[in-house]
């Protein structure tokens, strides 16, 4: 961005969630992607075009009909242990993630080999088109590991996972449990004069409010994500920091609201239309997310600008419409003023997803749904939605991913209803048409059908609406100002990190 | 002579006495656990956000849950029979190392907690005591009763906001400088900054239990006729407070200091959560959540044996204290 | 005897307050150097506030409205807070009336001894303990140089009376206060103790004021009497006239409630004379001394079956490490209407006996029989009846209270446990055991400790009597009253023997009550029955050594008394 | 020898009433004999208090304890009118976001972050902060009283036993086990609590177990034992009175940890959602914590003057069951 990076100095962000593991090998914890990409790259990274650059793979090439993908990587490059990296790495990770990585599985399920060509040269053969797969080379979403240190173990609980070798531009030097991780610069990194930092360190301070005194005194450089958005304002008056709010298209979320169908009211359409005219997005977008959202109305986020399709139904907020409905569809108001009752389960029992389960129950009230929330755990959420399946709505955060073929085919494909499997088809949604919308995209290499598959999709989802979307919300991040080029591309945060610089 | 002994006898007693109360800690905690919804695989495959139903069968035989539960406990006291608190798959590491990693922080915080409480404590109670009923007495005992009602997160974001983002003096969170190199008198120095706050808060809490039973104990022992003994040799008001009514008074103290260990390990989870103390109360509750019953039952276990190790200890302060004790009955 | 040089300390006009109340009024009286002043009254004449006045130790919410208290020519209650203490410990000494209690229970004698020599006469920490293994060595502690880092609790009360002492004499006071020195303490050890003290009197010719109301330690150990009553000084006098005949009426009724051993008093043959206080309508004592009128006795009833029969008791006390052995092999009978007196050291295994016939501690061996039955092992529903007919006086009458609950609390709830149903009946009964143990109705709805040791005593006898026992235990039933009570107890003992046909089990250290209340005597010593005889043998022909001292330390008094001699 | 010394009145043997069988009867008005030098202290009126007024009447000539229980009745005043003060759900988003008090009439002590009354919510949170506080202490007290008084007076194995029981109980972290207990049970206002008194019984247990393990030895219930008094009377009248003035401190020490906790599980999001409660009040502001403090501050001053009101009442309630201290009030 400016003028000339200057090397040197440390940098603390604070992610506020601690990770499971940092290397995400078999794994897709959120709060790792700020780490994995640092120590370990992929093979690729993107612009904000989503177009792809060369990372460890300084080019590449698809054949025609899609299912040869061939990678010439970087020469010269070493290990953090000192051993070289080579194209047995790459096949071995390649062929790691497919077997271990929770949506590796799926993501190169076409994948049936992977073929070494020479010591920097691989190329993949695909059974059938995934049209998607030059997107899922990034780093923190198909990193690279070395085969020297994993092969011939268990893979998921391969102790590099949690101390981390790669060739990236920082190297592992300790993991405080509960505390943070410290990552120094590789002497060795491939990229010249880079990465900039001496030290970059991550913390985790989970108490939101403890997260804003600390970037405020300055004891950590960056935050990101759970800041108070209350304290949003004052921070942006605060001379020394910077307030972004641009958005991470590589993993846009979106907030909301999953109905069971097989909950008798729900089941009917016109309940559904009902609720979604009853729900004010403004007011949560304002009121919740003090402005820091985007209204929603279909299931792809407007960060994930290539597939979003504006033109899909619009509910108005309407109460009358929604009481009108109810009444239509044959639920009269009973003598204590209720038509029917619900429950309202928020992912989380804090925070804007509680927030919204609030605005649920006063909101559907108002038409006559009485409505009472519950708030659990994590585990005992995920359980109740999924496995129980004792629920009528579930407010959930999700990613679209990189493509939706990856983030949000999953949530409405009936092949994906699967009872205990965690964020499937939880609404038991099923489709033909979209069903079929969804499989022949998953195929489709033609970018143009397959967007027009997609908007079609959108549209059809949004009147049935299985599920109602409601916002997505702003990628927050607050950092002091001398930090330079800390959102780069599409991977946003989640970039190596061999940019980041302070400015004097 | 008889010290020693009554110290030894002490120890040998609560030994054999904590067996029994630990494995009944483990089987009644591991039943609890099992009732609470949801698992370890349902937490991770969540977390991860997408999965399949092979990832989450590897998972669960990875955690062993594929395992009926009489199994999984068996398989537990097996492991326990050989010291080994089990491996934690989500931390990917055994229990016993990452407990031993946040088990010193913990402790000596707790017992700088512990060390501020009583001497504020007994401070405070002293002095009401020296003026009760009057008003002395009133503000203070209303001051002890504010640092119990409020909230410790209030307290603990408030001194953040006012000694670490208002005055910089302070570090708001974490348990020392990260990545420091400080050794020797440095390095304490660096943790005690770190502890101050969280030491505080944490301790405000217990100060206003202490000052009330410091107060009455006080009060108690001063209308005793040893006291008023000890009057009459001409020593002056303080000399009898510390030598003679202190000293009578500490029995309750300690009694009270002892039960509190427990409450402290699990008191500290807000404290922990405010500053981001890399502490076991901190770790306990993320088990709870993240359904790591491994994790958990190690904790539980540490800190029974930690409570019962405290409880003898009080015992032994008492024994020193009070000669009568663990003499006679 | 010039006063001005031997004068130590003079007491004018001294008046303790309490909001309301004065429980000492314009108190006046002397002390010289070398001469051993008593105060006799009444419990809760003053005694001990006159005491504590003196050191300025009163409690806190107490004050001294007027008064001057001149010690060695300074006035006591004018010196500033710093200046008293130097003469706390170092001028002026106390042994307080409680010796249990006045000893801190976590710090060892010696350092209790040594912290007034080192804060007095700023020895080191080494001379001190030396120091204070001299004292232990002077108020004869056997094996002083180890006992020296005992705790209290590890002393015998006797043994903690006299670290007391040694604490109060370690700066050679100039006057040395004793608060009731041996209430509590057998014979022998009183008369060592009064002993030590007249002797550390003659050798540091200090002035010792003595609290007591055990006339018969007066007669023998004072040159000068004080009498109080109700916070007045009545009179003063030389001990010499303490039982002459023209002294005021109050001291009078004393010397003729008191009982002395060798006087061979017995209830038979005598009741004891009582005193009187009626209050005239202007608001004058009107002192008046009665001897009730003599009681037709019914002769003991020797002839069935006996009402107690103790066969080979034992008891042991098990604690966590070690057994003691408090009763051996007890064997003894007591036939209906007798009363059988125990006298022993203390120790000795008294309490324990009664309590073990009482069923409140378990015996290991041996069996008890009561009115015929068997109830060495009955359960405690088998129990219930029993319990009704046999009661028992605790040593401690304060501590055998429950100290929440109100007088009519106490006396009713044993009523309503032994199925006395109606209220009115109860009401009754409650009133008449009121009467009874001579306390007044009004008093029903107060709380133990709004009363004085003497009539605590006398609530305890009125719990055990109102269920109409056959059998009372009585513990010490008197060992807390000073001598005008005692004799009204004593008395009402012998009418209700008279009058239900009670039987009594009697306990106490003092020979001469035990002589005047008794049928037959046993003798303990070291948890052994070793002597038993009646009454009159007893005394006369004495089978042990121990009885011999015992009765020998008792009785020594008349032939010694320093008064006539001085 | 058996002549009167003295001239007196009651020269002729006095006839007793019912028994007959006093060699003398007090000659009453005037028998100043009984003297009890206390007694002269002691106003006649206090004496003619009927057993229980006593107490009442010490506990209302105490100030402090008085303000106590005037505060205390007014939040329970507040939690019963909430209904009507306040109809509706206090949990409505009924105005704009983050009034300030004072900034509109219609919120005297302004809205929260989603436009919620706070007095509102005060007012019904006084209804489940009070309802949580005070069933948790109740139901920890009377289980902890249960167990402790067993243990302590009956000694030998059922001793052995109930301490284990205690002992396990204790060892666990608190909080923790209150999370596990919530987590099972699902966050209402009643699991809530249980949850409370189950974490917080131990401490009473202990506490009773120890004062009965000392009042047990006393001569009065050595006393009341030899009078046949059965074990249910000598536990709960003779020795429980005795033992309860450590309890009572507990007990107002418990309401407010219940209170408190309850504050931290939703500080941690764990209460029950659709009520307001102090606690929750508090955990939903403390994000909100710099920019619009009174949120937290309010609902912390109900808990902080409440949790002071309770324990006035307990050492007002302590010094009048004490028979000795209301005395020296006096
Ligand atoms: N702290 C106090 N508060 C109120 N009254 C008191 C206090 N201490 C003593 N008294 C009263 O003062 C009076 C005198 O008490 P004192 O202790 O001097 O009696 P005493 O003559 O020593 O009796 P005893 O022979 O029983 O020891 C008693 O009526 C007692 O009730
Ligand atoms: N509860 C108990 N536990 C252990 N030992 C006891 C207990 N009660 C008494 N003893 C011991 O038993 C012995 C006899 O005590 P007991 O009370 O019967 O003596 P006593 O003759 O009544 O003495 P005193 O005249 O002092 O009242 C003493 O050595 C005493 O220390
Ligand atoms: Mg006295
Ligand atoms: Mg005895």
Known sequence: QSATPTPGGSVAINIGTEPPVLVLIAHTAGAAYYVSGKTNEGLLTYDENFEPQPLLATSWEVAEDGLRYAFKLREGVKWHDGTDFTADDVAFSILALKEHHPRGRATFASVEAVNVLGPHEVELILSKPAPFLLTAFASFEAPIVPKHLYEGTNIPENPHNFAPVGTGPFTFVEWVRGSHVILKKNENYWGEGKPYLDQLIIRFIVDPAAAVAAIESGEVQVSVANVPLTDIERLKANPNLVVDTRPAPYSPSIARAEFNLENPYLADVKVRHAIAHAIDKDFIVNTIYLGYATRLDGPVSPDLARFYNPDVPKYEFDPAKAEALLDEAGYPRGADGFRFKLFVDPTQPSGPPKQTGEYFVQALAKVGIQVELRTQDFATFVKRIFTDRDFDIAIEGMSNLYDPTVGIQRLYWSKNFKVGLPFSNGSKYENPEVDRLLETAAVEIDPAKRLQLFNDFQRIVVEDLPTLDIVTPASITISDKRVQNLKLGAEHLWTNGADIYLAS | ?329 | MSPASSRLLEVENLTVRFGSADPVRHLSFSVDRGETVAVVGESGSGKSLSALALMRLLPRNAEVPNGRITFEGTDLLKLSDRDIRKVRGREIAMIFQEPMTSLNPVATIGNQIAEVLRLHEKLSRKEARARAIELLNLVKIPDAEKRVDDFPHQLSGGQRQRVMIAIAVACKPKLLIADEPTTALDATIQAQILELLDELRRKLSMGLLLITHDLGVVSRWSDRVVVMYHGDKLEELPTSELFSPDRHPYTRGLAQASIRLEDGVHYTSRTLSEIRVVRDADGQNDYQIRQPVPRDLPPVANDDEPILQVDGLSVTYRTRNRENRALDKATLTLAKGETLGIVGESGSGKSTLSKAIMRLVNAESGSIRFQGQDITSLGPNQLQPVRRDLQMIFQDPFGSLNPRKSIRDILEAPLIVHGVRDAAERRQRIAQTFDHVRLPLSAAERYPHEFSGGQRQRIGIARALILKPSLVICDEPVSALDVSIQAQILNLLVDLKRDLGLSYLFISHDLAVVQYISDRVIVMKDSRIIEESDHKTIWRQPKTDYTRALIAAAAGGETRNRALAS | MTTETAVTHAATPIQSRASATQAEKPDTPQWHNIKAPDARTTRTASVSVPAGRRELAAFLRNPNALFGLVFLSLMVLVALIAPIAFPGDPLGMVGKPFLWPGQDAAFPLGTDSMGRNVLAGLFHGARISLFVGLTATALGLGVGITVGSLAGYFGGWVDDVLVRIIEIFQTLPNFVLLVVLVAIAQPSATTVSVAIAIVSWPMVARLTRAEFRAIREKDYVVAARSLGFRHPRIIFKEILPNALPPLIVTASVMVATAILMESALSFMGLGDPNVVSWGSMIGNGRELIRTAWYLTFLPGLAIVFTVLALNLIGDGLNDALNPRFSEERS
């Open chain 2, 1 to 329: 002579m008889s010290a020693l002994l009554r110290i030894l006898r002490t120890l040998r007693r609560t030994l054999l006495q904590a067996v029994p109360t630990i494995l009944g800690i483990i089987i009644l905690n591991f039943f609890l656990l099992q009732l609470a919804p949801g698992d370890a695989a349902d937490v991770m495959a969540g977390e991860a956000g997408s999965a399949t139903v092979e990832t989450m069968q590897a998972l669960r035989e990875r955690f062993g849950l594929d395992n009926p539960v009489l199994v999984q406990l068996a398989n537990y006291l097996g492991n326990l029979a050989q010291f080994s608190l089990g491996f934690s798959p989500r931390y990917g590491m055994p229990v016993t190392e990452l407990i031993g990693q946040r088990l010193p922080g913990t402790l000596t915080l707790m017992a700088m907690a512990l060390a501020i409480a009583i001497l504020i404590g007994l401070t405070l109670g002293s002095l009401m005591a020296a003026f009760s009923g009057r008003l002395p007495d009133r503000l203070l005992s209303i001051l002890a009763l504010l640092f119990y009602s409020v909230p410790g997160f209030w307290i603990g974001l408030m001194l953040i906001v006012l000694f670490s983002v208002t005055l910089g003096w302070l570090p708001s969170g974490g348990a020392g400088t990260i990545g420091s190199s400080y050794t020797g008198f440095a390095a304490i120095v660096d943790k005690a900054r770190y502890m101050v706050l969280p030491a505080t808060s944490l301790a405000l809490f217990y100060v206003a239990i202490y000052a009330r039973l410091t107060r009455a104990a006080m009060l108690e022992v001063k209308n005793q006729d040893f006291v008023r003994t000890a009057y009459a040799k001409g020593l002056s008001p303080v000399v009898v407070t510390v030598k003679h009514v202190l000293r009578n008074a500490l029995i309750p103290i300690t009694t009270m200091a002892g039960m509190h260990v427990g409450g402290m390990l699990g008191g500290a989870v807000v404290v922990e959560t405010v500053y981001s103390w890399p502490g076991l109360g901190r770790l306990a509750f993320e088990a709870v959540m993240g359904r790591d019953y491994t994790v958990l039952l190690g904790i539980l276990l540490l800190s029974s044996i930690l409570v019962i190790l405290a409880n003898t200890v009080v015992d032994l302060a008492q024994a020193w204290l009070d000669p009568r004790i663990g003499e006679q009955k």
